[in-house]
């Protein structure tokens, strides 16, 4: 009996306030969205380092008849120059860090910028002779890349050794910047969805200051009379919580899974459904909290107890 009274009040509450709790549940939505997003991206961040990191080459480039950085002076590395360093790569010195590495011939490197840059102006100006012969190294372990720049950085006929691992960082930077940015504006979010379920229930506390006077007259207890007020807040934000786990669920299947992973073509791990579920549990609990959190601080002034 005392539970149905309670969810009497709690629903009469709601009915009262429709369009607070409409608000509510809109904020609480946006804000949400936000921090599942937020957590997706930081996966999908995970997931990329671990696939790209793994994959990461050391790239070493032989010297052009235009170079005259590192150790070129306007030569073609000769075939002995080139020789030398796959002499090195071979060696015992060298050969227990590297998995297995490729040579990149002048028309190799051709057809791989035409295959990446073939829309930009530059590539009509671009021939074969002007891109660097190249050694890819993959490693065993690609954080050991300073071995292999500071064996090969002073082999003549070598123009630079780079450890492909920078790239992935500036870009690694980029999304982190993205994820942090949408922390900020779901935490802005859900600071206006706690203000707003606050001011909710005070709203709905003066609407019904008669009726609370004659339940402390009749020894009501303070939980007693706190608790359709938790939960009108409680029901606003999980209704929230609710749709914004749908939201993460529906970006995951129909954007990531469906657009991203054409446009891609599986030349990258994305996160799937499976990491989508695991956020909703999240945000349903985040949101149950804070507006619990919420509407009994704001009761519980109102009250004065």
Not at 9 to 38: D, H, K, Y
Not at 129 to 143: A, G, I, K, Q
Not at 161 to 184: C, E, K, M, P, W
Request: glycine residues 6%; hydrophobic residues 50%; aromatic residues 8%.
């Amino acid at each position: 009996m005392r539970l149905g009274l309670i969810l009497g009040e709690a629903a009469n509450g709601l009915r009262r306030n429709v369009s607070m709790v409409i608000s509510v549940i809109l904020v609480t939505f946006i804000s949400l969205t936000f921090v599942g997003a937020a957590i997706l991206l930081q996966m999908q961040i995970g997931q990329m380092k671990g696939y790209w990191y793994d994959r990461a080459q050391v790239a070493v480039y032989m010297c052009t008849d235009v170079d005259t950085t590192g150790n070129c002076s306007q030569a073609e590395a000769t075939q002995a120059q080139i020789d030398n360093v796959k002499g090195q790569l071979d060696s015992p010195t060298l050969a227990p860090y590297i998995k297995k590495y490729e040579f990149e011939t002048h028309e190799q490197a051709f057809e791989n910028f035409k295959s990446q840059f073939s829309d930009l102006p530059i590539a009509a100006f671009v021939t074969p002779e002007t891109l660097n012969e190249s050694f890819r190294v993959n490693l065993v372990d690609p954080n050991q890349a300073d071995v292999l720049i500071e064996s090969l950085s002073g082999s003549a006929g070598v123009q630079d050794v780079q450890d492909q691992r920078g790239y992935l960082d500036q870009i690694f930077s980029v999304l982190n910047a993205a994820s942090a940015t949408a922390i900020g504006i779901a935490v802005l979010m859900l600071i206006a969805a706690v203000l707003l379920i606050a001011t909710t229930i005070r709203l709905s506390a003066f609407s019904r200051r008669r009726e609370l006077g004659i339940m402390r007259l009749v020894g009501a207890s303070n939980r007693f009379i706190q608790t359709p007020f938790v939960l009108e807040g409680v029901f606003a934000s999980f209704i929230g919580s609710i749709l914004a786990g749908a939201a993460i669920v529906a970006i995951v299947q129909f954007f990531v899974r469906g657009v991203l992973q054409q446009t891609l073509q599986s030349t990258t791990t994305l996160v799937g459904l499976g990491d989508a579920l695991t956020v909703v549990p999240i945000l349903i609990v985040v949101g149950a909290l804070l507006a619990a959190a919420s509407a009994s601080v704001a009761i519980s002034r109102y009250l004065k107890v």
